[in-house]
């Protein structure tokens, strides 16, 4: 079909070709004949629709829907692909239209570019998510923890802007997606984080962090239950300034206590004095907001480890570095193509960041504290601000107590504290595979060893960090080769699903090499080259495979010949099917503004 550009600029379909180049796609079960008949369009006022599309092929309905099969197949039952209520606040007049002229124009540049619209039960624009394809590469190898921004959320100044940032092996921080939400329901955060999940190719992190709002743990727990949710201490202390701004007479005092009080301590007992010393000061005792803060602390407190991973070495929260870089652009009565260009400058500058300190790593040498081969050793793997945290650890083990208080067999168990602290930690040691475990959990948080299982290591004369706990996202070749999906998302329980899940992961390697090689007309030129040697590889093993194939249903019966071919070459109707379906998913998943029928 071919869609032509008024002077109006608005669009028409001028031209829908009837004739397949294509075999016509077989209604394969009952359940694809529902789908078809459930499909419908959205409408969008900004665009013209032909009169006669309800007249076209039924195929093309059919098609459409086998592209969201996947998609519909992991939501709940009661998933709409519209919102049943009015959106909560209202769009500025035009704004629509320009934000969708934005992405289709993103789109046309970039074909990689994602980006989702839902709908409320009027059929205005309620959300709007989007994420390009180094958003989505950052995503691959850096998505194990993910923090949820929703700080300019509720506030009526700003514009409803969300983002998912992550942090890089440079402990720098990364934006992998960006929302407008004009309406936030349940609903339609149960839709942001299916569509987060939608343009990850389905990769979910191990660990999110976002506020306490309590329609957000229940979209998290409804999209993601298997993933960790923890509290945002930085968002917690956005929330907290808010809500007792008209209760302390000096705020800014408060701020600057509040702010010491959670990032500056790493014992539980200076956590616990400087809280109370707090709470005396400014004669909040019995404030019911900062005693359930208090009571609920294990969720959000710094010092018990769940924020750590996106606190620097100078108690600066990344994402908080990262929000302020983009408020000036958020009021709402800034224009918000203004605000994208803003948001893409923000994008470019934290790209440079990367590249710059890839470049430094490459031509320095991190300063070691002394010639120490646990040291020597980590310093090879990590890269500098990973190094910097490693060795701030091996600093610390040095003032740290071990005493071993009981043995199993190959198990030995040792408590440990800080010389002159009265905290202790339990940590667990398996001499058969050197595993090491400790009750403070930092490297299950954060991805370093502590500084108490440091300690045990060194009193076991390991003096090199097992391989097991040195985590590829902070090695300096942690771009360098394809990102490991540790879920392991092959399906093997159903066989009939492993070609579109190949599909899948083959999709992700190929936008990887394309992201990277781009980069350089000697990186494009030789990887255009290997790939079409890699193609003609690919098209002789798939060429040798239909001639066993053939070689095979001819030795056989005529009775059992068919299902054996069938079966060989995956000609079975639902496995063609289901792979269309992933291919095509994958491949037009920018698509949603061309292709309406796609919109939530």
């Known amino acids: 079909m071919i869609i032509t550009r008024k002077p109006n600029g608005k669009y028409r379909l001028s031209h829908f070709e009837a004739n397949h180049n294509h075999d016509n796609i077989n209604p394969y079960n009952g359940h694809a004949l529902q789908l078809q008949k459930d499909l419908c369009f959205v409408h969008v006022p900004e665009t013209e629709q032909p009169n006669n599309l309800e007249t076209q092929n039924p195929a093309f309905d059919l098609t459409s829907k086998i592209l969201v099969r996947e998609s519909l197949e992991c939501l709940p039952m009661d998933y709409f692909n519209h919102l049943r209520s009015e959106r909560v606040r209202d769009m500025k007049e035009g704004e629509a239209g320009c934000l969708l002229h934005y992405f289709q124009r993103q789109h046309f540049e970039n074909p990689s570019f994602f980006y989702a619209i839902l709908l409320d039960i009027n059929d205005k624009v309620s959300n709007i998510f989007w994420a390009d394809d180094n958003m989505v590469v950052d995503y691959n190898y850096f998505g194990d923890v993910v923090l949820l921004d929703m700080r300019f959320r509720t506030n009526k100044d700003y514009k409803p802007f969300v983002q998912f940032i992550g942090v890089n092996h440079h402990n720098q921080a990364l934006i992998f997606s960006a929302a407008l939400l004009y309406d936030d329901t349940v609903e339609s955060l149960k839709w942001l984080f299916h569509t987060f999940l939608e343009a990850m190719s389905g990769k979910k992190p191990k660990v999110i962090l976002t506020d306490q709002d309590a329609t957000v743990v229940e979209a998290v727990g409804s999209i993601l239950p298997e993933t960790g949710h923890h509290i945002c201490v930085y968002q917690m202390h956005q929330n907290t300034l808010k809500h007792l701004s008209d209760i302390v007479k000096d705020a800014d005092a408060f701020s600057n206590d509040f702010r010491s009080c959670i990032y500056d301590h790493n014992d539980e007992d200076d956590f616990i004095h400087a809280w109370e010393a707090m709470l005396d000061k400014y004669n909040l005792k019995q404030n019911e907001w900062l005693s359930w803060m ?307």
């Open 294 to 600: 208090y009571r609920e602390k294990e969720k959000w407190a710094v010092v018990y480890g769940k924020n750590r991973f996106f606190i620097d070495m100078k108690c600066s929260h990344l994402g908080e570095s990262l929000s302020n870089k983009l408020r000036s652009y958020l009021n709402d009565g800034q224009d918000v193509l203004q605000f994208f260009k803003h948001f893409e400058r923000v994008m470019d500058e934290q790209r440079h960041k990367e590249i710059k300190a890839t470049h430094k790593m490459s031509h320095c040498k991190p300063e070691l504290m002394g010639n120490v081969i646990l040291l020597k050793h980590a310093s090879e793997i990590y890269t500098p601000k990973a190094f910097e945290v490693f060795q701030h650890e091996y600093e610390e083990c040095l003032n740290v107590v071990a005493n071993q208080c009981s043995q199993n067999g190959y198990l030995s168990e040792y408590k440990v504290n800080t010389f002159g602290k009265s905290q202790e930690y339990i940590v667990t040691f398996d001499s058969s595979d050197d595993l090491v475990i400790c009750s403070c959990m930092k490297f299950e948080y954060v991805g370093f060893l502590c500084s108490h299982a440091l300690r045990v290591l060194d009193h076991r004369n390991i003096k090199v960090v097992p391989s097991r706990y040195i985590l590829k996202r902070w090695m300096k070749d942690a771009r360098i080769g394809c990102a490991q999906d540790d879920s392991d998302f092959i399906i093997q329980e159903n066989p009939k699903l492993v070609a579109a899940s190949r599909y899948r992961d083959m999709c992700r390697s190929i936008l990887n090499l394309s992201a990277r090689a781009a980069e350089s007309y000697d990186a494009f030129h030789f990887a255009s080259g290997q790939l079409n040697e890699t193609i003609e590889g690919v098209e002789k093993i798939l060429a040798q495979k239909a001639e066993d194939a053939q070689v095979i249903a001819s030795s056989s019966s005529a009775a059992t010949a068919p299902d054996s071919e069938n079966v060989e070459i995956f000609l079975d109707g639902n496995a063609i099917d289901d792979q269309e379906k992933s291919c095509r998913t994958q491949s037009k998943k920018g698509n949603e503004a061309t292709e309406p029928h796609r919109h939530k």
